[in-house]
T-cell receptor
Framework: NAGVTQTPKFQVLKTGQSMTLQCAQDMNHEYMSWYRQDPGMGLRLIHYSVGAGITDQGEVPNGYNVSRSTTEDFPLRLLSAAPSQTSVYFC?????????????FGEGSRLTVL | AQRVTQPEKLLSVFKGAPVELKCNYSYSGSPELFWYVQYSRQRLQLLLRHISRESIKGFTADLNKGETSFHLKKPFAQEEDSAMYYCALSKRGGSNYKLTFGKGTLLTVNP
């Protein structure tokens, strides 16, 4: 059981480049989300989805785009990378969108923007 | 707006000593509180949730609504408890499931 899989694990970008962080889960979870983890800031919610075709913004959505065409996949797109987007990104899923329950996290993707 | 405060960035104790990681929250409704843990080179994972009233790896946490706190406690710390700990809050039974995390406390248990 793979759980939540994120790719790539590491990426270096130049300012202005675009890229997509991939996230896939094989647990048939309704809810998926993206967080970024920065020193001294904890985890902050970027975007989330409560089901296929439904996405919404979290706390820090600027500069990021998401879509949810299938239950399994929830990619995060950086349209024009900036140094401020240097961070560790975590994808997480949960069986229920309606409150409570446990979040299952991926291993994280470390992004550096030069 | 919901907010979670972990006042200690770093906490260092000796093996066998009691440990308490503090968490305070602000929320107008009925919250669900969680503790997540991230061991070195491992995924972030759920440690415990207040609604279960369970003890995991010797850790307990009691929701104190009067003090709006959800402190994590363990009577005798072990070296393997060294990790980053995050307190988190969500709206109880709401239609949107968004966890708000604190900034985390790095616990180091010294031999």
């Amino acid at each position: 059981n793979a759980g939540v899989t994120q790719t790539p694990k590491f990426q270096v970008l130049k300012t202005g480049q675009s890229m997509t962080l991939q996230c896939a889960q094989d647990m048939n979870h309704e809810y998926m989300s993206w967080y970024r983890q920065d020193p001294g800031m904890g985890l902050r919610l970027i975007h989330y989805s409560v089901g296929a075709g439904i996405t919404d913004q979290g706390e820090v959505p600027n500069g990021y785009n998401v879509s949810r065409s299938t239950t399994e996949d929830f990619p995060l797109r950086l349209l024009s990378a900036a140094p401020s987007q240097t961070s560790v990104y975590f994808c997480a899923s949960s069986p229920r969108a309606g409150g409570g329950g446990e979040l299952f996290f991926g291993e994280g993707s470390r992004l550096t923007v030069l | 707006a919901q907010r979670v405060t972990q006042p200690e960035k770093l906490l260092s104790v000796f093996k066998g000593a009691p440990v308490e990681l503090k968490c305070n929250y602000s929320y107008s409704g009925s919250p669900e509180l969680f503790w997540y843990v991230q061991y070195s080179r491992q995924r972030l994972q759920l440690l415990l949730r207040h609604i279960s009233r369970e003890s995991i790896k010797g850790f307990t946490a009691d929701l104190n609504k009067g003090e709006t706190s959800f402190h994590l406690k363990k009577p005798f710390a072990q070296e393997e408890d060294s990790a980053m700990y995050y307190c988190a809050l969500s709206k109880r039974g709401g239609s949107n499931y968004k966890l708000t995390f604190g900034k985390g406390t790095l616990l180091t248990v010294n031999p």
